[in-house]
């Protein structure tokens, strides 16, 4: 990206005025990852952070951003929302504003009605006009029921243009251990004055078709905002490996802010782009906020992905953050998943093999090879692995999935499977690895790399492809394209949507008779007993008369 000249003129009375002159290849955006910061009451709540948000625009805006993005959760925080309703449910009214429909063009900072918007809303409503830039913060939304008259409220995402004027919200959609909010219904998008279209929805909605696929019907949407309060988990739910894998599947720009809280495995944001390449990604041990700050290629649509290395030189970006010890002793938890399928690799070096599950509904072919001279004692062990089931996600849900991967191992045992070493990153260098699957595709599926390194970073140096080789079957390719260590995961990820189901689902499955029993095995078996009982009727009466007549 070449800008010829971007200036920028503030004036605080007038409203802030920018004026570009480039040639629109790109534009600036700027991610938070942001730690939270905690106060007992909800005015010091909203005050102390709010303070915050508005120093990040600040910078932000020296940088020339046209776009800054917050995380979930980060003016009020989940656990501040469960305290306050433990109290008493009408105490949420006080951590939540009510919020304009984008359709009246409300700026709540120079509305005359201010007095209905909470003072944090208007307040950033104010700086986002100061410093004339998009602005997407969440925060807990309140609205009267028209039909009940009741409150309800809502985990939602405010957008903000240059004059302060919200254009849209989101309400998360797929709620996760929120049982006090309600659920969003719609998809959003927004177009900005860059020309850019984008899509936009919340953490936990993410691993569901909607909005997560259903948004991309819309072939206008070329870029995503995802705020988050990621939860992470190893082998293939952690923040970066998860966010990356669906923007190179989908071939766009995507822009995620997630909340620090690394107590809680919280944290991991980044500026992924279209072509697979990460602008930017930053992940922490340490409690500090960051502000990421990239250009970003304007693209008119979505790129495909391809198998074919490109011969093309690829544009320098940025080095991805490799601080080992910023993310040593960054816990991390292990799926609840249970029946993987395990096998070892092969023996000096080489490994070609194809596994299916039990009923061989689902097959992946694996060909490995390792440089075995790399390390003499390696930290990991490595294994192949493949599932198709159900994995749990939090809030009494399963998700259906289907894998096939090469994730690092402690030991010997397969319990240490899919975890990495706090401080130690020694690892066997791989020379090559290529991963195949055939799988079933209907609108209910989706698939995605996920791969993970030992500094919490996801790798870029591979290519990803999916075939189509009849109506209903997909062959997915995914190979390195150069040598690799320190790899905790490496593989396909597959969602079943329509395999999905819920605890309650599950026990009422397992409880259900496997089979019930037919009207002619029900008459035999009653025939049967009539027949038993008169025979010991028979011989009772037998016997008896043979005693009478003894006697």
Known sequence: MHKILKIAISMSTLGTFRFFFCNCNSYTAAVVDYL???????????????????????????????????????????????????????????????????????????????EKYEQHLVELSCAASIHGIYTIFNLPEK?????????????????????????????????????????????????TDFNVTFGIFTCFDLLFTYPALDILSNPDVTDIIFPTAWYSETPFLQGLSIQHGYARSKGINMLASALQEPYYSDGGSAIYLSDGSIAEAFVTNKRKSRILVQDVPIIKKRAISTCEKSNKTAPKRPVVQKEFTDIDNFPLNRDRTSGYIYELLGKRGKT????????????????????????????????????????????????????????????????????????????TTFKSIEIQTTVDVTNDTHNQPSTLRADLMPITDYVYCETRISESKVRIKMAITSPQDGLVTFGIYGRVYSMDKTEKEKEQVSS????EPEEEVLSLSIVLSIVCVSTLIILAIGSLLWKLHKS
Not at 166 to 176: D, G
Not at 512 to 515: A, G, L, N, V, Y
């Open 143 to 191: 609205a009267t029921n028209n039909e009940t008259g009741e409150m309800e409220y809502y985990n939602t995402n405010v957008v903000l243009d240059r004059t302060g004027t919200v254009i849209t919200k989101f309400r998360k959609i797929n709620l996760s251990e929120e049982p006090f909010l309600k659920p969003g219904t719609e998809i959003v998008t927004f177009r």
């Open 512 to 515: 259900t008779p496997s089979f």
């Open 36 to 114: 939270h910061t905690y106060a007992d009451y909800p005015k010091e709540l909203f005050k102390d952070n709010v303070k915050q948000y508005i120093q990040i625009m600040r910078n932000a805006s020296r940088q020339y951003a046209d776009i800054i993005v917050f995380p979930e959760y980060g003016l009020v925080d989940l656990f501040t929302l469960y305290s306050a309703v433990d109290k008493n449910s009408s105490e949420l009214e006080q951590y939540s504003t009510y919020v304009p429909d984008p359709g009246q063009n409300i700026a709540p900072c120079e509305d005359s009605n201010y």
């Open 352 to 427: 070609l093999t194809r596994v299916c599950t039990v009923n061989e509904d689902f097959c992946c072919i694996f060909n490995i090879s390792v440089d075995i001279s790399s390390v003499s004692k390696p930290d990991y062990g490595y294994r192949i692995i493949i599932y198709k089931g159900l994995s749990p996600y939090g809030s009494g849900i399963l998700g259906g999935i289907r894998v096939c991967a090469l994730i690092a191992c402690l030991n010997e045992t397969e319990d240490s499977c899919g975890f990495r070493t706090n401080t130690s990153h020694k690892s």
